[in-house]
């Protein structure tokens, strides 16, 4: 059983459209984060979000963390071919060590 | 840069034998943690060290253990190695006990032949 389920699994889309991704769970987590991970490259951290119902903006990336903790989405505005690639949530569950992360959703925005 | 590094990049070994991966943590970072990223189960979380002392256990095998040396760079000791451990194995670093900031490395990819 997956802790954390991202969605979509695979999303392709043209230069210019805006997405949604999602990461969701029937567990809480104390914080929860966003990376992106490249081919061959370890995952490198976009944001934390730590309070339930938080919004968090990264130039046209905004990160929303659930009222109950238990979920989160990231909208891409205006997506750019430099966005591709492998969009991983992970989340510390309250008393737990170590990050339980999402399978993750493969993005490929095209020229 | 994340500033984490690791070593080797590539390892390709038999089933049975034993392989020790390493892990030099951001300059200042007391905590490291360990992940396997496999196709079918992502990123699974190994076991954490901190300040040299192992704070808590994942996923891991009986077979795998891990050790943080005084000057704070750790390894990871893969032994019995069966086609399975085939895996990208990240290490992460951080200046917390806790999961608010964590940085990898590239990861060593370790395929068993």
């Known amino acids: 059983t997956q802790l954390l389920e991202q969605s979509p699994q695979f999303l392709s889309i043209q230069e210019g459209e805006n997405l949604t991704v999602y990461c969701n769970s029937s567990s809480v987590f104390s914080s929860l984060q966003w990376y992106r991970q490249e081919p061959g490259e370890g995952p490198v951290l976009l944001v934390t979000?730590?309070?339930?119902?938080e919004v968090k903006k990264l130039k046209r990336l905004t990160f929303q963390f659930g009222d109950a903790r238990k979920d989160s989405s990231l909208h891409i505005t205006a997506a750019q071919p430099g966005d591709t690639g492998l969009y991983l949530c992970?989340?510390?569950?309250?008393?737990?060590?170590?990050?339980?992360f999402g399978k993750g959703t493969h993005l490929i925005i095209q020229p | 840069d994340s500033g984490v590094t690791q070593t080797p990049k590539h390892l390709i070994t038999a089933t049975g034998q034993r392989v020790t991966l390493r892990c030099s943590p951001r300059s200042g970072d007391l905590s490291v943690y360990w992940y396997q990223q496999s196709l079918d189960q992502g990123l699974q979380f190994l076991i954490h060290y901190y300040n040299g002392e192992e704070r808590a256990k994942g996923n891991i095998l009986e077979r795998f253990s891990a050790q943080q040396f005084p000057d704070l760079h750790s390894e990871l000791n893969l032994s019995s190695l069966e086609l399975g451990d085939s895996a990208l194995y990240f290490c992460?670093?951080?200046?917390?006990?806790?999961?608010?900031?964590?940085?990898f490395g590239q990861g060593t990819r370790l395929t068993v032949v």
């Open positions: 979000v730590v309070t339930g119902g």
């Open positions: 992460a670093s951080s200046g917390h006990r806790g999961n608010t900031e964590a940085f």
């Open positions: 992970a989340g510390t569950l309250d008393g737990a060590d170590g990050l339980t």
